[in-house]
């Protein structure tokens, strides 16, 4: 082999690795792009307003808002707003997600057993994941109506007509767990198909085995089902996770963060203290810290979920 063919070689593998990485990035930019201008840019521009007293005459006039440094989170911790909100978005949270998980584990489980109609049901499952989240808080709020709605009708009949005051969404202390079964009616059917989809990619001769050993369900299900499902599962609950905080239109259509503020997640207080009091420094700060917080709840997970898979 001569010496110019042996140089032409390594040109020819550097200009078809630069090909490949110029394409790569140009099917990569437009979602960078997206995600730079939607995403990346309005977040950095509501940190930065959170440090400043920006209201609407500031979007009127178009004057910028007025550096104050710590003020509107100071104002925030010293008003007792936030906490109540905090503990009230982590209850909402951390119950929502574990109870989806367990229902969904759960109807996937039944699905992947091959009943009749598996397919059929599948599809009617899917239903309540299609409907906008305002339509099924609609749907909820009459269910839930004090006056004629279905849940009243159905206690007072298993209840032979004992119970006839049955408010939920009325209630302080049962409000947040309505918005919370209605939030579940509508995640829980893909938290299944995602499950679903995981069973599946089980390898059904490691069951045979194991059946073969004279293991019992349960001890398959967490000794070879779960391990097998663990990248599948920290996927869902972490999609759950982050749609549960910023779970807001349903909470806001069905109880607008009362009654006596028990519904008030970190979602309805950025709304209020923005578009309500007119303060978009404060709601932004609000946000800000509600970012935070997810972020941390996310990350937490992920260590623990990682340090148990190394376990």
């Not at 905090?86 to 009943?115: E, Y």
């Not at 049955?166 to 995640?187: C, E, S, Y």
């Not at 085995?209 to 996927?235: C, E, H, L, N, Q």
């Amino acid at each position: 082999m001569s010496t110019s063919t042996a140089v032409r070689q390594p040109r020819l593998k550097l200009k078809k690795t630069t090909g490949d990485q110029l394409f790569s990035l140009a099917l990569i930019a437009p979602t960078l792009l997206v995600t730079i201008v939607f995403i990346i840019v309005p977040v950095i521009d509501s940190v930065i307003k959170s440090f400043t007293e920006y209201k609407i005459k500031n979007i009127i006039s178009g004057a910028p808002g007025e550096w104050n440094n710590f003020e509107n989170y100071i104002k925030l911790f010293e008003g007792g707003k936030l906490w109540p909100a905090v503990i009230h978005t982590l209850l909402f949270v951390v119950g929502v997600v574990l109870a989806q998980f367990v229902l969904g584990m759960a109807l996937a489980v039944i699905l992947n057993s091959g009943p009749k109609g598996a397919r059929f049901i599948r599809s009617v499952m899917m239903m309540p994941w299609v409907v906008p989240t305002i339509i099924s808080a609609l749907v909820w709020m009459w269910i839930f109506q004090p006056q004629y709605g279905l849940l009243k009708y159905v206690v007072s009949v298993f209840t032979g007509g004992a119970v006839t005051d049955f408010a939920i969404l009325n209630d302080p202390n049962t409000a947040l767990l309505g918005v919370a079964i209605a939030a579940l009616w509508k995640q829980v059917p893909l938290t299944t198909l995602l499950l679903l989809s995981g069973l599946q990619n089980v390898p059904d001769d490691m069951l045979e085995a194991a059946t073969i050993d004279g293991a019992s369900r349960a001890k398959k299900f967490f000794a070879i089902v779960i391990p097998y499902m663990k990248s599948v599962i920290s996927i869902v609950v972490s999609m759950a996770i982050i749609e549960n905080f910023k779970q807001f239109p349903l909470i806001w259509t069905m109880t607008g963060g009362g009654p006596s503020e028990s519904t008030t997640t970190l979602a309805v207080l950025s709304y209020r203290e923005a578009f309500v009091s007119n303060n978009l420094g404060s709601g932004a700060a609000v946000t800000t810290l509600w970012m935070l917080l997810m972020i941390v709840v996310v990350a937490v997970y992920r260590k623990l979920f990682q340090a148990e898979d190394m376990n």
